[in-house]
């Protein structure tokens, strides 16, 4: 092929997606030089192969249709999202999404010279202005996981081009350690929606009268700008700040988690910002006997109802991660969202970040368990070990089993040596990594010497922090309207209270009767699901009820009251998917059954909780 016939190609390509792509992606192409180690050759079925280190990545014959069998037999059905590392000449693509109308595809090419190369070598406009077709180009790996855990929430898949897999190596390992870290946190978050969805979904119910009352974070983004924050998490180093923290406290926004809360007033410092974001009863109790009335608590609308009862203080929400909660919130106005790694820590270092502190500085993060230590000394889980302990299961037995239990490793410290660890917490490490490649301005450190090294968060040390200068009266100041019940964002949300209500109320009654209708084509999509499996046991025509089942399908789609009922359906659907992954044959209609039925539960539980909006039971109950 000549080179106009090369670039006329090429510019026809990039004309087919080019309003997607970044300008410096752009005049990098504007080059297609592969080099060498690359060469486009015809073929015997009159489209190109691809030619790289010596070796056919695709076929010499029949590229496409060696690509189509691959495919076909490599890929499970149940995939709904495909990563495709190394894009090639797109064969592996064009197939996939042919085989799969359902599916979408994530090209992750590092290398703009070899993709340009493939830009020119035949005309790929119909593949390239697919919509779902997604490129990843000359990108980090924590960039490519974001735009997954943003954008794709199914399993993905991940398929490697055989030929070039000495091609950019050491990019594609470390996408596999970023692709394992999502995976482990989808995982855990997966696991702990199917144990406390319905907890949260009930505490939400509690809460509505604390969505229309309270202002969000959103008002105080950079209100405290300049200042350092000294977050205390729970961990046991913790012990080793306690001592100096009222001196620390003369320079540093002091913001605390729910678990240190107890530790830091014991210290003679009360918090400036309290963060509470756990749905269970038994977080709470880190609270307990401890006056809230002295910080401002900052919190999430799921969190456990009896917090709320006990505050009289300043409260600001964050906004809801779950569907029923950022509906109810949009009836009120935007709370402002803070990170969720899953942890406290990670939503307190969030919200630091968000009132403009800078640096962002540590006490307590370890992530692991130096001297076998779980928490810091006198924290309330420690107290009910020792209280719960027996002669014949003393406090020792009960904190080795909580460590081994959770199958321990060890992992480097911030010391250079080893302290131990295991899964659950290493992904908070994961989030802290990906976060500080997120937000490079956010300059973090740590004063754990044993905690597990992170990644872009410093070692430091007390004595180094207590060179900074006092600025106490400037951080008060700062604060102070954010305190006031007079003026500013507590006032507004109490001013607009009233219509907030009725709005709530209006809104409710709404998604009540949608709720009503997702319930009524659930179940007639029941009712459609056995006829249909009816007719495949008898022979009889499946047209009839398969085009029955598309139009409940379509129904469905139409109600926006489908998000908040499908929160408690992602473990159904995972584990369907799951059983069709595993090769169970002729579990299309029983999977299209219990997808239904799934659907009608959720929606009936929805209901029945806002019916208690309308009717709440009494304080003692709630409580």
């Not at 010391?415 to 997120?438: P, S």
Request: hydrophobic share 40%; proline share 5%; glycine share 6%.
């Amino acid at each position: 092929m000549n080179n106009n016939a090369r670039k006329s190609i090429f510019e026809t390509n990039v004309r087919s997606f080019a309003a997607a792509l970044p300008m410096d992606v752009r005049t990098a192409l504007a080059s297609f030089d592969a080099g060498p180690d690359c060469s486009i050759e015809p073929t015997a079925a009159g489209i190109p192969t691809l030619r790289a280190f010596g070796r056919f990545v695709y076929s010499r014959h029949d590229p496409l249709g060696e690509a189509h069998r691959l495919v076909s037999k490599e890929i499970p059905r149940s995939t709904e999202t495909c990563l495709f590392q190394n894009f090639g000449l797109g064969y592996h693509v064009e197939a996939f999404l042919h085989l799969f109308p359902q599916g979408r595809a994530v090209v992750v090419e590092p290398d703009l010279e070899w993709f340009a190369e493939a830009l020119a070598a035949r005309d790929m406009s119909e593949l390239l202005s697919d919509e779902r077709l997604v490129f990843v180009l000359a990108s980090e790996p924590e960039a490519v996981v974001q735009i997954l855990d943003d954008s794709f929430h199914a399993a993905v898949h991940v398929v490697r081009l055989r030929g070039l897999e000495d091609k950019n190596r050491e990019y594609f390992e470390r996408l596999d350690a970023e692709l394992q870290a999502l995976a482990s946190r989808r995982s855990i978050n997966l696991n702990t929606l199917a144990r406390f969805g319905k907890l949260w979904v009930r505490n939400l119910i509690h809460n509505v009268d604390v969505v229309a009352r309270s202002p969000g974070i959103r008002g105080l983004a950079r209100r405290l700008a300049g200042f350092p924050a000294l977050i205390l998490a729970a961990g046991p180093s913790l012990d080793e700040v306690l001592p100096y923290l009222r001196a620390l406290r003369e320079r540093f926004v002091v913001v605390s988690v729910d678990t240190s809360y107890r530790a830091a007033l014991a210290a003679g410092v009360v918090p400036d910002f309290l963060l509470v974001v756990d749905p269970q009863y038994w977080n709470s109790r880190h609270l307990d006997g401890q006056p809230l009335d002295g910080t401002i608590l900052v919190s999430e609308s799921s969190t456990y109802p009896g917090v709320f009862h006990r505050a009289s203080g300043p409260l600001y929400l964050c906004g809801s991660l779950f569907p029923l909660g950022s509906f109810l919130e949009r009836q009120v106005d935007e709370k402002g969202r803070l990170g969720a790694g899953g942890s406290v820590s990670t939503t307190a270092w969030d919200f630091a970040r968000v009132l403009g502190c800078g640096p962002l500085v540590f006490a307590g993060l370890d992530l692991g368990f130096p001297g076998s230590s779980t928490h810091f000394r006198g924290g309330f889980f420690e107290e009910r070990v020792h209280q719960l302990a027996r002669r014949t299961s003393p406090a020792e037995s009960m904190s080795f089993h909580a460590l081994r239990d959770a199958s321990p490793y060890y992992e480097t410290n911030n010391m250079g040596g080893a302290t131990l660890t295991d899964h659950r917490l290493i992904v908070y490490k994961w989030w802290f990594e990906n976060q500080m490649k997120i937000h490079p301005e956010a300059k973090t450190w740590s004063l754990s010497k044993q905690g597990i090294r992170i990644a872009g968060i410093d070692l430091r040390s007390v004595d180094e922090l207590m060179q900074l200068p006092p600025v106490r009266p400037a951080i008060d100041k700062a604060i102070g309207p954010m305190r006031s019940f007079h003026a500013g964002p507590l006032a507004e949300a109490q001013a607009s209270y009233p219509e907030t209500t009725r709005r709530l109320s209006r809104a409710v009654a709404d998604l009540k009767h949608e709720l009503s209708q997702l319930i009524s084509a659930g179940s007639a999509g029941i009712d459609a699901s056995r006829d249909l499996e009816e007719a495949v046991a008898r022979g009889r025509p499946l047209e009839p009820s398969l085009e029955r089942l598309k139009t409940i399908d379509r129904e469905i789609t139409a109600l926006s009251s489908r998000d908040v009922a499908g929160f408690l359906m992602f473990k159904a659907a995972h584990e369907i998917l799951e059983r069709s992954a595993c090769g169970e044959e002729n579990l299309a209609v029983r999977n299209s059954r219990d997808l239904y039925a799934t659907l009608v539960e959720s929606a009936g539980f929805h209901i029945a909780q806002l019916d208690r909006i309308l009717a709440p039971e009494p304080a003692s109950e709630r409580d």
